[in-house]
């Protein structure tokens, strides 16, 4: 048999006699789209992705987010702040048609229209060009939903004095004091303060540290009695005796700590 046009020889039918060729195909037909999506494309997205990445670790080195103490359900007057990457929707419900009787406005509709948009930015501007010029609607959109995002963001931000909130709310560092618990004011202590100071003294969410004041004894009596502050009167009910030892081991704390 001779070797006509179209005829080929095959060894193993198993085998296809058509390679798949590993250069990358012309895209020049496609006004576009005129490189491959690996290597090129992806390379550069990824190039583009770590200057951005490095970028914000120098940002969150040069200025650390300040830290706040563990979250305590019992305080009633904390007020609570989402993360930052939550604060614009956070500032939206400030406003009067999304937030009272317009809740659901704020919190379903206006944000489901805002991201439904954007995912039917594409179908909507579905032309062959990449340039910004020739996809004015995926384009006017996005730039939108940025513009919105950073100036809520700012908006809610801005009113907060965040270095303030952290040091009103900062951890609580593990004292080292060793605590007398056989002193007779460590039983008065633990009957009336307690509950709001902690059991070292090193204070919590509802009471301030009672390591390092500057009130006299007679000053933390009166206090003890009278209250300061967010401290109501009332919270100490022992006797004059009691009252004494409990100012002797504050102050006796104290004198260790200063040590």
């Known amino acids: 048999m001779k070797k006509g046009k179209g005829m080929r020889f095959v060894g193993d039918s198993r085998i296809s006699a058509d390679k798949t060729s590993t250069v990358p195909k012309d895209y020049s037909e496609y006004p576009g789209r005129t490189e491959a999506f690996w290597p090129n494309f992806l390379l550069k997205e990824w190039l583009v992705g770590s200057v951005f990445l490095v970028g914000f670790l120098c940002a969150t080195i040069a200025a650390p987010a300040p830290l706040e103490g563990v979250a305590d359900p019992t305080t009633a007057g904390y ?10 929707l956070y500032e939206l419900l400030k ?3 999304a937030s009272g009787p317009y809740i659901l406005f704020g919190i379903l509709i206006l944000p489901g229209l805002a991201f439904g948009a954007l995912l039917l930015a594409p179908f909507l501007d579905n032309g062959p060009g990449r340039r910004p010029p020739n996809r004015p609607i995926a384009v006017g959109m996005m730039l939108l939903a940025l513009a919105s995002v950073f100036w809520l963001t700012y908006e809610s931000a801005s009113k907060v004095d965040w270095k303030e909130k952290a040091e009103a709310n900062k951890p609580i560092p593990p004292s080292d004091l060793v605590i007398d618990t056989d002193d007779p004011g460590y039983a008065v202590y633990e ?14 969410a509802a009471g301030p540290s009672l390591i390092g004041i500057e009130e006299t004894p007679e000053e933390i009596s009166k206090i003890a009695v009278e209250g300061i502050g967010d401290m109501p009167p009332g919270m100490f009910t022992g006797t004059d005796e009691e009252l004494e030892q409990l100012v002797e081991f504050i102050m006796s704390v104290n004198e260790e700590a200063a040590e």
Do not use: V
């Open 191 to 204: 009957n009336s303060c307690i509950g709001c100071h902690g059991d070292s003294l090193e204070g919590g």
């Open 95 to 97: 406003y009067d048609f």
């Open 79 to 88: 007020i609570p702040l989402p993360d930052w990457y939550f604060l614009f």
